[in-house]
């Protein structure tokens, strides 16, 4: 490659996604990355990086998979695309359809297809709506999500999102999204609150936001079962049943997001299988098809499908519903998280391992505290160890410049205001997680004197 070059076309013409335009500009155009294997991306320059972040959350099985190139291959050749708008599906998308509610189980019994989280999570505002109409209730538009929340970047996602930067961008919310506090004990617990207490109040702050707003207009309950772009907020045990309970009293429907908590990454299959939880709809996307081609589910309750199926057309689709080529991928992604027992394996392997791992750097001076679930981690950097005390006036910033250290390094992770959060392969191996934890405590200690300036 002309690295140069690409950089050159990159500054004149290409506005990459989430990025200061400004600073492409001054950067001289952004990194390019031009292959890919197991674990490990490389630059244009030839420089390899472990991918602490399996790509962003989604290549579970890793790069360099040929057989999902080869399912690719075979069904462009046999059907490329067809929609599934005309009383027509297709041999993958159908297939897809039935793997997936076989491993959400339960009464998940129906899946519609779209390309993108964030379109899935459209499927999900519209559906929940039409189905309280359709139910006689058409006051039930309001969903309540929580402040932190990711659920993607359309209009709904986000409005149900709970990102004020982005609300800022685009005058949103939409009306109808009710936000309340998030379950993330380290910066909103309060002193010497206990676990349960802070469950307790976390789930009161839904339930009275529920009887402001009036329970018989509320719609639905929307969360990610760990909040991943919001920092790998893991809520402490307890706060879902009690949000669960919630709803079921007030006869709300409850929607898990899995988008990044779905296909293993919290040794499950899905984040709420974990917590035990019964919801009336997930989204999924990303590990879906291990990002190989883009799409997204959205799984359905059958109480749910009864009611539309009384309702005539759902006047709901994208071009790309049940992408025939994207399905088989994604069915061929399955088959590999099947046969390489990747569930399992975070589960019982991996995913302690990283937990086992991590407790290394909870000795670190600038460590306030380390987390995971199965393979999502996070590292909260703190001024005085073990504390939540950030650095003053410096709040928000110590993740980016750890993070540039750790790419630095030849590791890729994630700064979100002061974690470091990661999210690798599902194949990642123990040698590879060490060098993960061992390069971010070197970063810590290159941008300690900096932070502490
Ligand atoms: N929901 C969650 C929980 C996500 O993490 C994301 C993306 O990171 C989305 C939705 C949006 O997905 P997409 O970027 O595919 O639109």
Same mark, same amino acid.
């Given at each position: 490659y002309d690295i140069p070059e690409l950089r050159r076309l990159d500054v004149a013409h290409h506005l990459p996604a989430q990025t200061d335009y400004g600073l492409q500009q001054r950067n001289g155009g952004s990194k390019i990355i031009t292959r890919a294997d197991g674990c490990t991306i490389w630059d244009g320059e030839g420089k390899p990086y472990l991918d602490g972040m399996a790509g962003l959350w989604c290549v579970a099985v890793g790069y360099g998979r040929e057989e999902l190139a080869k399912a690719a291959y075979e069904q462009m050749l046999e059907l490329p695309y067809y929609n599934t708008f005309f009383k027509t599906a297709t041999p993958p998308a159908v297939k897809l359809a039935a793997k997936i509610a076989e491993l959400a189980g339960g009464n998940l019994s129906h899946v519609f297809f779209n390309s993108s989280g964030s379109e899935a999570n459209d499927t999900v505002f519209r559906m929940v709506r039409h189905y309280w109409t359709l139910k006689g209730q058409p006051q039930r538009s309001i969903f309540i999500s929580r402040w932190n929340?990711?659920? +993607?970047? +359309?209009v709904a996602g986000v409005s149900l999102g709970g990102m004020k930067a982005m609300h800022a961008q685009g005058g949103l919310p939409i009306p109808g999204v009710e936000h309340v506090m998030q379950p993330y004990k380290m910066n909103e617990g309060l002193p010497g609150e206990s676990d349960a207490d802070f469950c307790a109040r976390a789930a009161q702050a839904i339930e009275d936001r529920i009887l402001e707003v009036g329970p018989e207009n509320v719609a639905a309950f929307i969360g990610e079962p760990v909040q991943g772009a919001g920092g790998v907020i893991i809520p402490p045990e307890g706060y879902w049943q009690k949000v669960e309970a919630i709803c079921r009293k007030y006869g709300i429907l409850l929607v898990c997001d899995e988008v990044i908590t779905g296909f293993g990454r919290t040794g499950n299959w899905f984040g709420f299988q974990h917590y035990g939880l019964k919801p009336d709809m997930i989204a999924m996307a990303k590990g879906l098809s291990s990002g190989y081609l883009p799409i997204s589910a959205v799984a359905v309750s059958s109480e749910i499908v009864e009611v539309l199926r009384a309702g005539g057309d759902f006047v709901h689709g994208f071009t790309y519903s049940g992408h025939p080529t994207a399905c088989a991928v994604a069915l061929a992604n399955i088959a590999i998280f099947e046969r390489e027992h990747l569930v399992e394996r975070t589960r019982d392997d991996t995913g302690p391992y990283l937990a086992k791992a991590l407790q290394r750097l909870a000795d670190h001076p600038l460590v306030g505290q380390v987390r995971s679930l199965g393979l999502l981690g996070a590292v909260e950097i703190v001024s005085k160890r073990g504390t939540n005390e950030r650095f003053g006036g410096k709040e928000g910033t110590a993740g980016p410049m750890v993070r540039d250290a750790c790419i630095e390094r030849g590791l890729m992770v994630r700064g979100i205001r002061d974690t470091i959060v990661m999210c690798p392969?599902?194949?990642?191996t123990h040698e590879e997680i060490d060098r993960i934890v061992s390069i971010i405590g070197a970063a810590l200690d290159a941008c300690e004197p900096e932070l502490r300036k």
């Open positions: 929340a990711y659920h +993607g970047t +359309g392969p599902l194949i990642i």
